[in-house]
């Protein structure tokens, strides 16, 4: 916007005003026109007060060559910068206001009308912001009845499913690689150690503030398949909660292959010594 009007007004004052002046008379002559063709031509400037016209005159004639004398014009002559006069300021003034104004009209008013808009300014709802759209004002909805968030499979067992009559229908998914049993002992230590002990033994430093926790290496335990101590872990069972939230389905399965390491080093083989 600056650099426009600044462009406006050295346009004008370069129209209006001749200025800067640059014409001269000698521009305007034959001189002129042929001095490219001709290759060359002298000029003489007669402001020299020795200057005297004949004698200049003779002495080019002699030189061979066509002489011209130039003069300038009455309109030259009488030039004056017309800056001050009131009708040019008055223009550069109107100039002025009419610009701003466009330009104020142009970003304030005119860039929100329709089909301008911002898009920062649509309605919108953010997290826990309330909203008279619906009934109840709240601005977040509960998902529609059924609705699969991506990639999360809903776990079809329930807490008062027992594990040992659930458990056979769920499979591990994961191989006992390096890395599920170094991200399964990650998680051990994390969420069970605090109850079942780092071993699993159910000797924690809770013991006897906290109905006690069972040993994972029973019997029970041990023939259990897979599925069984992932359904404790995630639906939880009588005092143990669930942590189906803090730990997500791969680290659960990756902690039931972390539990069977601890089991089968407890009970050895002579076979697993290689
Ligand atoms: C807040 C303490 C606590 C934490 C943490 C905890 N458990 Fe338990 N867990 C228990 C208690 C108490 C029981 C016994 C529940 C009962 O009475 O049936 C139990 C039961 C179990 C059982 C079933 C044992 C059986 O004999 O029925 C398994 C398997 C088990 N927990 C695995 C885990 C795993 C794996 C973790 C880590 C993800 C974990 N628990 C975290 C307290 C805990």
Known sequence: MLLAVLLTVGALITAFLK???NSHPLHDTPYMKSVSADKFGITIQAEDPMFNEKEAKDLLKRLGGEVDAVYYSEE??????????PKFI???AGIA???????????????YLPPFDWMMQQPRVNAQMKSDFYEDGFGMRMPVEGTVARGFIPYPYKTSDRADSVGKYLVNPLLPTKQVL??????????CTPCHGNFGNGDSRL???????PTLHSDKVRQWPDGAIFH????????MPSYQYQITREERWAVVHYV?????ALNAKESDLQ
Do not use: H, I
């Open 19 to 21: 200025f800067p002046n």
């Open 76 to 85: 030259f002559l009488n030039f004056k910068p017309q800056m001050f006069e």
């Open 90 to 92: 008055l223009l550069l």
């Open 97 to 111: 206001v009419a610009s701003a104004g466009g330009g104020y009209f142009t970003w304030n008013k005119l860039m």
């Open 182 to 191: 170094e991200l399964g002992k990650k998680k051990f230590f994390t969420f």
């Open 207 to 213: 013991a006897g503030q906290f109905p006690n926790p």
């Open 232 to 239: 404790v872990v995630t639906t939880g069972q009588n005092v």
């Open 260 to 264: 069977r390491t601890l089991q089968r």
